[in-house]
């Protein structure tokens, strides 16, 4: 296997956990049949995190929450307080208009 990894997104981790999700049967298909590991970063554990709270309660959120920090489930890429300092001039590029502002995180970590 190589050093690729799958990167997971709030919506996608949202969609394998929530059984009534519309997309809960294909992300769980999905994540099934990849065939690289992983890999969420700590603002990735916070949305979800919050929005597993908000939604379907803390008795989901938190066993979730502490499976992706002790990397059970998930590689965690830590994305340190400078990184979006950093990324402000990139962000503001034409180029980079339609882009979320995490993408180019992730992109550059």
Excluded: C
């Excluded at 990849?34 to 309660?57: A, F, V």
């Excluded at 034409?94 to 180019?104: E, S, V």
């Amino acid at each position: 296997m190589s050093g690729k990894r799958i990167f997971i997104d709030t919506s996608a981790w949202y969609a394998i956990i929530d059984k009534n999700d519309r997309d809960h049967a294909a992300a769980v298909d999905k994540v099934r049949i990849l065939d690289h590991p992983l890999l969420t970063s700590n603002y990735i554990l916070d949305e979800i995190l919050t929005l597993l709270k908000t939604r379907l309660g803390p008795s989901i959120a938190i066993p979730f929450g502490q499976k992706l920090w002790n990397q059970e489930v998930s590689a965690l890429v830590r994305i340190t307080d400078p990184t979006p300092t950093v990324l402000r001039p990139l962000f503001r590029e034409p180029a980079a208009r339609n882009w979320i502002f995490q993408l180019i995180t992730r992109y550059l970590t």
